[in-house]
């Protein structure tokens, strides 16, 4: 059975850090890219990174690029998520996800967690 379970979620100041943790199992992870998406209310859900299975060359959406970083731990199982510099537009559900290709698509995606909520507020 395939898991993706998300955690590191909570409120934060503009300007302050969370760490994102993303534990995937039931399917081979060391093979996969593993993304981060997310999705605020009303709006669509958007890529925000991505870093492929081989050598890690991460991508980033150009609104998260400088601030976030994107990592993963294959003895772990395990992808990150670091926000520095948050701003009240980052507050959204974040996903993880897991696809066979490295993309900013969402259709391209096999495997989703149920997600860990964010919110930027003074």
């Known amino acids: 059975q395939v898991q993706l379970v998300e955690s590191g979620g909570g409120v934060v100041q503009p300007g302050g850090s969370l760490r994102l943790s993303c534990v995937a199992s039931?399917?081979?992870?060391?093979?996969?890219?593993m993304g981060w998406f997310r999705q605020a209310p009303g709006k669509e859900r958007e890529f925000v990174a991505v870093?492929?299975?081989?050598?890690?060359?991460?991508y980033y959406a150009d609104s998260v690029k400088g601030r976030f970083t994107i990592s993963r731990d294959n003895s772990k199982n395990t992808i990150y998520l670091q926000m520095d510099s948050l701003k009240p537009e980052d507050t959204a559900v974040y996903y993880c996800?897991?696809?066979?290709?490295?993309?900013?698509?969402?259709?391209?995606?096999?495997?989703w967690g149920q997600g860990t909520q964010v919110t930027v507020v003074s």
């Open positions: 039931g399917f081979e992870f060391g093979y996969y890219a």
């Open positions: 870093v492929s299975w081989g050598r890690p060359n991460p």
């Open positions: 996800a897991g696809g066979s290709s490295v993309s900013r698509q969402i259709s391209e995606y096999d495997y």
